[in-house]
């Protein structure tokens, strides 16, 4: 499996963004995909997973800010960021795990946010 992230850049304190993840190679065995972010110094933090049925897990400091959905037919995974705050400046990266493995052993580069205040 080989993730490919795009959609970052520089968005004002309030705006929005969309990542996607797009998929390639045995895209079938995937079980779960999520969106990671990290910044210098501190732990890679996880930001929203969806699985292959559909459910979706987010973080408390997006919950109700950052929505993750999938689009089967492309094997692509969004990330749909909005209300984004100075805080939300990170590098995110997206992962998948794949059936019967309980990592998220597949990762893509990352893309970088940045939102200004």
């Known amino acids: 499996v080989q993730l490919q992230a795009s959609g970052g850049g520089l968005v004002q304190a309030g705006g929005s963004l969309r990542l996607s993840c797009g998929a390639s190679g045995n895209t079938l065995s995937i079980s779960a995909t999520g969106w990671y972010r990290q910044t210098p110094g501190k732990q890679r933090e996880l930001v929203a997973t969806?699985?292959?049925?559909?459910?979706?897990n987010y973080a408390g400091s997006v919950k109700s800010r950052f929505t993750i959905s999938r689009d089967n037919a492309k094997n692509t995974v969004y990330l749909q960021m909005t209300s984004l705050e100075p805080e939300d400046t990170a590098v995110y990266y997206c992962a998948s795990k794949i059936i019967g493995r309980p990592f998220y052993d597949y990762w893509g580069q990352g893309t970088l946010v940045t939102v200004s205040s």
């Open positions: 969806i699985t292959s049925g559909g459910s979706t």
